[in-house]
């Protein structure tokens, strides 16, 4: 009976450190940044924009938002979808309406503090109902230095501007 | 000409665009739920359009510390972008508290794919191209739809006047399109600008900013809520807000308003840049919120019934289009050795189908007899007699079968001489009442080697088949042929046969004029009012005869009757003793009842054409103003009726009795002298929404009616048709 009491309190004992020890490893805290998608002056349907999170070597980790909430159109980002499609990615609730020619639209991006400065880069592609499908339009290196640059898109995004969150 | 034209067209374009239209039609119906469900979702906040956006602003600033955005729709539902946790969360809000009230409407999976469907019809870009084409095709045939109703209705003026049934598909197509166009001219008209607008044929203009970066100052420093554009400018003008990206000068508050964008220096709120909407971009959000009905839900409403209405017009136009009898005709009797040759001038067929009766008795008796459209007049090399029925299409043009006839009139001059005579089918409830027919007797009388039989046309009102048989006969007897048309079963209506017993009946020497009264007794409850007809048929195989009944009493109807020397039925009736019993059915005659609401009436008869009247009289115990002007011989004609009329007049179900006698006087006075000589009154009549009724003989009907019109022009301006139309003139003659 004595002993039962004791395996009792040791087991509570190391699930109380278990459950600390685990919530200071949650707590570093995610670093988020708004960042402004301004379009091209151009016309046709509005645009597809991904942005996603790539590795140091190219490889696509995951997709940060989707601007588009019509999958109709989804395969023809083919690069990523390939990825996401492939990977079963989950994207609801980072989905939002595209935006078109002109527009301008404001995201909120949160990164793991290890993602920062160590080679991984915010990459942008784009494409529109009937009309060229950029690859790249966009890509900035997610390094603190760098980061609020302006970045120039090639295609239908004009520029990407990145601000730390408030 | 142009009819064919305009009716092959309005064919052709339903037939090609059929597909697509039928689908973008039930698809805008299920997408013209989507708004009307939108509207009424309770993001609405009823006080806030009088709030300014400096007042909007601060109101949610206050509950929000990162807002990206803020927009109002359509409906007037005001949403916030905001960053909350480091995520993008939408949401509408209350302007005023700045509470949440819900997510941003999703487009259902449904309307989703309602929308892919109407728009492209899951074909991409083809897709649009056939639903924008689809589209235009909509507008041409609702356009030559118009032309059509126009011409039908006899002008344009008479567009909305009411519609003759002529059968079921016939009726709804043209009243229902008549109902429908407006919104239907709409959704085509938007849905082309839309699709031109897609396939940047219609170029867009877009606003582009210019800024002078160098310039932007901090200074003097205001807070929002004192920039002179956002206090002054209410809720209800924004489209949408966006908030400076970061706190750089060179980030801006980017405002859209109605009709305007507008750049404000964060700091300053003096305006960067100010421009205003081009008018393309205002003339699209016009054509979207007309085909779309965003944001209205009456407009909705209209656009959805308008959709709706499309598959039920084509359903109803393809079906007049295979009901159209077919002209088909099979002669066993080649033209050369016809001796009698039957032109058809017809619209819908209807005409054709009586001139087959006739066409076929001649052939049943043996006669070499010739059926034919009016436009395949030619040479009849064994012709003798000609006979043109037809019909008239709206303000008095040929019908589709008869377009060239005037022409191949003149073309093919006959080498033997020969009779014609012309029988006209029409509706006196238009205008131009067997206008066509009269031209074309007009035209043949001045033909060489053709002769009239009878030098009038004949006209059949309402394809009455009494109206034409009794024609037929004529001319049968004129050309000496025994002619006796039977009704078809088509046209004939279902009655049943019960028993009648005769209660009363004038006696063989007591007759006037060869007249006489019987009065029945119906022990079978058969129902019926004064106005309608009691068929009887005098032996096996013979015809029915159709006499008018007067109601005196439930059960008891009397009916008066001309005695004809040879007539079968007359004479069967006058044998007929007190308390026999006989079969006979009724014939619901709908159009010669008693007005009900009418409070003033004016009753004309000639003859035994006051049968009915005698029924109508009795039963107005409500004592309405009934005039009876009635028509008869000599003052003794009267004496079978007397009795009646001095009872009614006393009682004061009968207001005045007019009598016209033609052979007692030096100068014949008609029933149509009076009607001549009371017009004024007549008039009044009629303007008073009273009516007028008309019993007797085809000739005084014509007489009556010619006075009527010149009636009407003079004292009431208006067309005889006018009052048809609204049923104010009911006739009943043979």
Known sequence: MKRLTYKFASIGALALIFLISSSFVKTPSSVSFKCMIQMINYTGEKAYVVVSLIDPDGNYVKTLYVQGDDDEWFPDLKNWWKFSDGSNENIDGITGATIGNGERNIISLAFEPSEIDSGHTIRFESAVENQEYYTVDAEIALNSATIKNKVDGKGYIRYIRMVPNK | MTLSIWRYSHLILAVSSSLFLLVASITGVILSVEPINNKLQPYSISNAEGLSLAETLANINARYDDVISVSQDQNGFVSATVIIDSKNESFYIDPITGDKLGPIIEKAPIYQFATNLHRSLFLKTPGRLFIGLASLLLFFIAV?????????????QRFFSSVVRENYAQYQHVVYSRIVLIPIVILALSGVYLSLLRFQLIPETFITHEIDFDNLQEEPLLDYTNFELLKNTPLSELRDIEYPFSEFVEDYYLIRLKNKEVLLNQYTGAPISEKKYPMVTLASEW???????QGTILWSIVLGLGSLAVPFLMFTGFAVYFKRPKTNIKNTVPKEKARFVILVGSEGGTTLQYAQLLHSQLLALGKKSYLAMMDDYTTFKSMEHLVVITA?????????????????????????????SVVGFGSTSYPHFCEFAYETNKLLQTTPKANALIAQVHTVNDRSFEAYTNWATAWGNLVGLNIRLTKPTKLAEKSHKSPFIVLEKTEAQDMIDDTFLLTLKNTNGAQANSGDLLSIVPGSGEQERLYSLGKLDDNIFTISVKRHPEGLCSNYLLQLEKGTTFSASVVANKNFHFPKKAKKTVLIATGTGIGPF?????????????????????????????????????????????????????????????????GEQIAKVLRKKGCVMICGSIAMQKEVLNELQSICNRYLKKDLSFYQNRKQIKMDCY
């Open chain 2, 287 to 293: 054509a979207t919120v007309l085909h779309t009905g």
């Open chain 2, 144 to 156: 030559s739809g118009i032309v059509l109703i126009a011409k039908r209705q006899g002008g344009i």
């Open chain 2, 614 to 678: 005698l029924g109508m009289i009795r039963s107005n115990s409500r004592k309405n103003e009934i005039h009876l002007y009635w028509g008869g011989r000599t003052e003794d004609s009267l004496k079978l009726y007397k009795p009646f009329i001095d009872n009614a007049l006393e009682s004061g179900s009968l207001t005045t009795f007019i009598p016209a006698y033609s052979r007692t006087q030096t100068e014949k006075k008609y029933v149509q002298h009076l009607i001549k000589q009371d």
């Open chain 2, 392 to 420: 008239t299409y709206g303000q008095g043009e040929a019908p589709s079968s008869a377009i060239k006839f005037e022409t191949l009139l003149k073309k093919h001059i006959q080498k033997q001489p020969y009779h014609f």
